[in-house]
């Protein structure tokens, strides 16, 4: 099975803007992760969000939620090139799971 | 900061040949996972290991695949017999509290089976 499905696929923008990506799910969640991963490199952990929180901060990092349309989003705010990178949610009710494409974000100095 | 640490970074073995791949998850972790990357594919779920037994194991990991925690620090990923389509990065990581909860990824390490 598949972990979320990230849109959109690649994101390319300038430094300082900021980048949303969102991720729908399938199942039911008790928390939603955001990862991500540098090519070729380990995925890094980001920020949780549990079922009953619908915002969560965390640094330039936002968090939202919306359990009814099964969706997150996470905003990247005053980007830098060193946030270039690819971007995975996890659902960790979905357990085994393979992560899914992410978006390709790209920031451009 | 406390990290996972993977070695060999990279391997490099001939088809049909066993190779170990090892893992130092964080001391204090319950849970260890490995997971695989296919260049230029998703990062796949292979097992996930929790209190010296396979907790969950996707349909990737069949028989030629076992993991053990030997001692109290390596976590490892056996591979009996290579084929060429075992080539790929190999993730270990672990969790503290909850399983799947937070994981901690290590370098990887890059297989190559020829």
């Known amino acids: 099975s598949q972990q979320g499905e990230e849109d959109p696929q690649a994101l390319s923008i300038q430094e300082g803007e900021n980048a949303t990506m969102n991720c729908s799910y399938k199942t039911s969640i008790n928390n939603l992760q955001w990862y991500r991963q540098n090519s070729g490199r380990g995925l890094v952990h980001l920020i949780l969000?549990?079922?009953?929180?619908r915002e969560k901060h965390s640094g330039r990092l936002r968090v939202t939620l919306d359990t009814s349309k099964k969706s997150s989003s996470l905003l990247i705010t005053a980007s830098r090139a060193a946030d270039t990178a690819s971007y995975f949610c996890?659902?960790?009710?979905?357990?085994?799971?393979?992560f899914g494409d992410g978006t390709t974000l790209t920031v451009k100095p | 900061e406390p990290e996972v640490t993977q070695t060999p970074s990279h391997q490099v073995t001939q088809m049909g040949q066993e190779v170990i791949l090892r893992c130092v998850p964080i001391s204090n972790h319950l849970y260890f996972y490995w997971y695989r990357q296919i260049l230029g594919q998703k990062v796949e779920f292979l097992v996930s290991f929790y209190n010296n037994e396979i907790s969950e194991k996707s349909e990737i990991f069949d028989d030629q695949f076992s993991v053990e925690r030997p001692d109290g620090s390596n976590f490892t990923l056996k591979i009996r017999s290579t084929k060429l389509e075992d080539s790929a990065m190999y993730f270990c990581?672990?969790?503290?509290?909850?399983?799947?909860?937070?994981?901690?990824f290590g370098p990887g390490t890059r297989l190559t089976v020829t």
């Open positions: 990581a672990s969790t503290g509290g909850q399983v799947f909860y937070e994981q901690y």
């Open positions: 969000i549990r079922s009953n929180e």
């Open positions: 996890y659902n960790t009710n979905a357990g085994k799971s393979t």
